[in-house]
């Protein structure tokens, strides 16, 4: 069994920083790609940031430059830290991960962590 938990979020005025934080646990797994996502009320599922195996990152349009994804392959944790918030960056951000268990690749998710950005 394969779960990812995630911490950090909050509620932080607009020009603010948060840090959200996800630990992948389980046995026998290997991860491939990291990232987070996010969804606002009455909106879909959008990628906010994703990190390889290898380092290599990418970011929606609308948080680059502001937000910084990175990950810890020894410890199977990936981060996200989020400078310069603003109020559209209000949502619940998911962790999420594709991992290999059992000769099989598959998508995990967190259980969402609400950030709220507001004066």
């Known amino acids: 069994q394969v779960q990812l938990v995630e911490s950090g979020g909050g509620s932080v005025q607009p020009g603010g920083s948060l840090r959200l934080s996800c630990a992948v646990s389980?046995?026998?797994?290997?991860?491939?790609?990291m990232g987070w996502y996010r969804q606002a009320p009455g909106k879909q599922r959008e990628l906010v940031a994703g990190?390889?195996?290898?380092?290599?990152?990418n970011y929606a349009h609308s948080v680059k430059g502001r937000f910084t994804i990175s990950r810890d392959n020894a410890k199977n944790t990936v981060v996200l830290l989020m400078d310069s918030l603003k109020p559209e960056d209000t949502a619940v951000y998911y962790c999420?991960?594709?991992?290999?268990?059992?000769?099989?690749?598959?998508?995990?998710w967190g259980q969402g962590t609400q950030v709220t950005v507001s004066s």
């Open positions: 389980g046995s026998r797994f290997s991860i491939n790609t």
């Open positions: 999420n991960a594709a991992i290999y268990r059992l000769n099989n690749l598959n998508t995990f």
């Open positions: 990190i390889s195996s290898g380092g290599d990152t």
